[in-house]
């Protein structure tokens, strides 16, 4: 009986993702299969659709909807939650090698900017406006040049050929070329995802901020200074401090927040 009703279920699943080749299961209304395979494509879809509309726009719709269809079709997703089915199309299509791909190099990147919004959106990170010390507007830290310096809120440095930061579905297609670009994202003590078009050098800072967030070894401006001046041939530890300095105050101007 178990195993009947397993070969039942392959059947099923089976039909499901490939009805034009694989058998109707046995006993079951072809009407009733069409209505399950409908609405569970739909849901995948819709997923898919909500996480990445600027992709879905800036594609040819032919070739969307084919990237939906397969995804549904080849990829076995090991969990229901509409955020890793939608990092699950991410992988698939970055690791697809279809010709019609190569108009598109861009696509990955804009996948996984846009999975990163809603990453940022869903981290279980504690809100910053219930940490204590958290420092919004105070623009003296930066003289303090030994004080440790903390992110009071989850954030994100990213790096792209391509400026898909920039992109919207307004966007035109025929407008798209390549262009290095740095971002931060965050989310705010709003719990709202903010993204910020950066300097390389502040996606820097973020990354070095945040890395000594996970050994508890929290930078200072000097310690940070002492770091670019060794990656930076040529640049003196004043000039160094003073980069710092601007680029983690325009962070704040922009509504990053840090722990004071």
């Known amino acids: 009986m178990l195993r009947d009703f397993q070969q039942t279920q392959a059947e099923f699943t089976h039909w499901l993702r490939q009805p034009d080749v694989a058998p109707l299961p046995v006993g079951i209304l072809p009407a009733r299969m069409h209505t399950y395979?409908?609405?569970?494509?739909?849901?995948?879809?819709?997923?898919?659709?909500?996480?990445?509309?600027?992709?879905?726009?800036?594609l040819p719709e032919p070739l969307w909807q084919h990237l939906c269809s397969h995804f549904f079709a080849?990829?076995?997703?090991?969990?229901?939650?509409?955020?890793?089915?939608?990092?699950?199309?991410?992988?698939?299509?970055?690791?697809?090698?279809?010709?019609?791909?190569a108009?598109?190099?861009?696509?990955?990147?804009?996948?996984?900017?846009?999975?990163?919004?809603?990453?940022?959106?869903?981290?279980?990170?504690?809100?910053?406006?219930v940490v204590a010390d958290c420092v919004l507007a105070d623009e003296s830290r930066w003289e303090r040049l030994d004080a440790p310096i903390q992110l009071a809120m989850p954030a994100w440095p990213l790096a792209y050929q391509w400026p898909v930061a920039s992109w919207s579905v307004e966007t035109d297609p025929a407008d798209l070329h390549a262009q290095a670009q740095a971002v931060v994202l965050w989310r705010n003590c709003d719990d709202e995802v903010r993204s910020l078009v950066v300097e390389p050098l502040t996606a820097w800072l973020v990354e070095?901020?945040?890395?000594?967030?996970?050994?508890?070894?929290?930078?200072?401006?000097?310690?940070?200074?002492?770091?670019?001046?060794?990656?930076?041939?040529?640049?003196?530890?004043?000039?160094?401090?003073?980069?710092?300095?601007?680029?983690?105050?325009?962070?704040?101007?922009?509504?990053?927040?840090?722990l004071g």
């Open 37 to 58: 395979r409908e609405l569970l494509l739909n849901n995948v879809t819709n997923f898919v659709d909500i996480t990445f509309p600027v992709a879905k726009a800036l």
């Open 208 to 258: 070095r901020i945040q890395l000594g967030g996970q050994t508890l070894q929290h930078p200072t401006l000097n310690s940070l200074a002492d770091e670019l001046v060794t990656a930076s041939p040529g640049v003196s530890h004043e000039q160094a401090l003073a980069a710092c300095q601007r680029v983690l105050l325009q962070l704040q101007h922009g509504g990053l927040a840090f």
């Open 103 to 129: 108009n598109f190099p861009w696509l990955t990147e804009l996948l996984h900017y846009e999975w990163m919004e809603l990453a940022a959106d869903i981290a279980e990170e504690p809100n910053p406006s």
């Open 74 to 101: 080849d990829y076995r997703c090991q969990s229901p939650y509409f955020y890793d089915i939608s990092l699950h199309f991410r992988e698939f299509v970055r690791a697809l090698d279809w010709p019609e791909l």
